[in-house]
């Protein structure tokens, strides 16, 4: 039973190029949550998805990021024209369906943008 | 919004000695969902400990307790016997429901052989 697969876990992107994130939660969870960490800093929600919804993105930048969890394959976070304050840890989390709050996520490992 | 504090940006602790991180909240919610979590230089956040809200009795594994007081809203974790594996970032976090986890900024823990 994988637990929450996160890839690439390095990436490295020139300013202006684009950035995808790939998250697989655990097998039968259904919530993706996604976390920017700066460095030395905690993490900061960024979004949460349900299968082909959006269910708050309130700590999404409004510009140039996106994400997406489709019916069928991983969770998509994307960064269009990088720049260097993109440059942190991005980390998926998921969890199980309906009022679960008493779990605590299941994280991935973290991926690892490097804008230069 | 729900906020999540922690006033210890870093801790140090002798090897098997005892020691408490703090964490406060802020919520108007009665109903909710305390974690710790731990972050070692391998990046990845493995759950300590947590605990619901409606229990009254702290919650405990193994080494690590923790001291809940609702009505102050505090939310401290003890680690007994540090080891040196204990070594990590330490975050405290609220989740409501389904909702989005709030994390504090972290408390880097150091334990000293």
């Known amino acids: 039973n994988a637990g929450v697969m996160q890839n690439p876990r390095h990436l490295v992107r020139r300013r202006g190029q684009e950035a995808r994130l790939r998250c697989s939660p655990m097998?039968?969870?259904?919530?993706v949550y996604w976390y920017r960490q700066l460095p030395e800093e905690g993490l900061k929600f960024m979004v949460y998805l349900q299968k082909e919804n959006i269910i708050d993105e309130s700590g999404m930048p409004k510009e140039r990021f996106s994400a997406e969890f489709p019916k069928e394959g991983p969770s998509i976070l994307r960064i269009q024209q990088v720049v260097r304050g993109d440059s942190a840890a991005y980390f998926c989390?998921?969890?199980?369906?309906?009022?679960?709050?008493?779990?605590?996520?299941?994280f991935g490992s973290g991926t690892r943008l490097t804008v230069v | 919004a729900q906020t999540v504090t922690q006033s210890q940006p870093e801790m140090s602790v002798q090897e098997a000695e005892t020691v408490t991180l703090s964490c406060t909240y802020d919520?108007?919610?009665?109903?909710?969902?305390l974690f710790w979590y731990k972050q070692p230089p391998s990046r990845q956040m493995i759950l300590v400990i947590r605990q619901e809200a409606y229990k009254q009795q702290n919650a405990t594994e193994n080494r690590f307790s923790v001291n809940f007081q609702k009505a102050a809203k505090s939310f401290s974790l003890k680690i007994s016997d540090s080891q040196l594996g204990d070594a990590a970032m330490y975050f405290c976090?609220?989740?409501?429901?389904?909702?989005?986890?709030?994390f504090g900024a972290g408390t880097r823990l150091t334990v000293k052989p």
């Open positions: 976090a609220y989740r409501r429901g389904s909702n989005d986890m709030r």
């Open positions: 989390a998921s969890s199980p369906p309906g009022l679960s709050g008493n779990y605590g996520y299941t």
């Open positions: 919520t108007s919610e009665s109903d909710y969902y």
């Open positions: 097998k039968g969870h259904s919530h």
